[in-house]
């Protein structure tokens, strides 16, 4: 999913553009909607060793983050696959202050929001 998926969300939330609805809105919607709820879906995370994985992604627009667990699938003809399933997403718009942050410590500072997020999980 790409950075510029959502920010026609991010339009209409900061500015009064009720009854504004345009068909290109609508069809990012409808991308956005299709892409979540697409294949692979969301996994419960399997608590029995398999390793985690957090994505991050930071700009000057927000953070964003992707927890994510590795599942062997057993195919018929006896080869295993390891397949990567995510489990849960978060992201935030970043504030006046995080805007100004070098994109190095963007990174970081996604990084921290991640794993305070996922802390549960992980």
């Not at 998926?5 to 900061?14: G, P």
């Not at 195919?75 to 849960?88: D, E, F, M, N, S």
């Amino acid at each position: 999913m790409g950075k510029g998926k959502f920010a026609h969300q991010k339009a209409l939330r900061d500015h009064s553009l009720e009854g504004l609805w345009t068909r290109e809105h609508q069809k990012v919607f409808l991308d956005v909607k299709a892409t979540l709820t697409s294949a692979p879906v969301l996994c419960s995370p399997i608590f029995d060793g398999c390793p985690f994985t957090i994505t991050t992604d930071g700009c000057k627009q927000g953070f964003a983050g992707i927890l994510s667990q590795h599942h062997e699938t057993n195919l018929p003809k006896g080869k295993t696959v390891t397949r990567r399933h995510p489990i849960a997403f978060t992201s935030k718009r970043t504030s006046r202050s995080e805007e100004k942050y070098k994109p190095f410590l963007s990174e970081f500072a996604t990084l921290k929001f991640s794993l305070d997020k996922f802390s549960d999980i992980i």
